[in-house]
């Protein structure tokens, strides 16, 4: 199983960007899939996550309405739309995995990608 998160980069305040999670081994319809997010000296921090049945759920209240998670299942991807972008968004964007429900708790997953940065200007 790999799942490989792309689309991060230096982005001004307010803009937005899209990360894609490509998964191959498994299939995203079948599994739960989510973003996690860990900013310098932070901990991890569950962002968002979709269900098998499409549904999303939001882990964390400083992105509501400005975040979204879809998948597009004919290329096995997961997207995390990022919209007015904050200087404290910036971390590393993670995508990960697990066959049963959503949740903010990294350690429920069973696979990881490596990351991606995002990195906000002011």
């Known amino acids: 199983v790999q799942l490989v998160e792309s689309g991060g980069g230096l982005v001004q305040a307010g803009g937005p960007l899209r990360l894609p999670c490509a998964a191959s081994?498994?299939?995203?319809?079948?599994?739960?899939i989510a973003w996690f997010r860990q900013a310098p000296g932070k901990e991890r921090e569950g962002v968002l996550c979709?269900?098998?049945?499409?549904?999303?759920?939001n882990n964390a209240d400083s992105v509501k309405g400005r975040f979204t998670i879809s998948r597009n299942d004919n290329k096995n991807t997961v997207y995390l739309q990022m919209n007015s972008l904050k200087p404290e968004d910036t971390a590393v964007y993670f995508c990960?995995?697990?066959?049963?429900?959503?949740?903010?708790?990294?350690?429920?997953?069973?696979?990881w990608g490596r990351g991606t940065q995002v990195t906000v200007s002011s």
């Open positions: 979709i269900s098998s049945s499409g549904g999303t759920t």
């Open positions: 081994g498994l299939i995203v319809d079948v599994y739960v």
């Open positions: 990960a995995a697990v066959p049963y429900y959503c949740s903010d708790y990294g350690g429920a997953y069973e696979y």
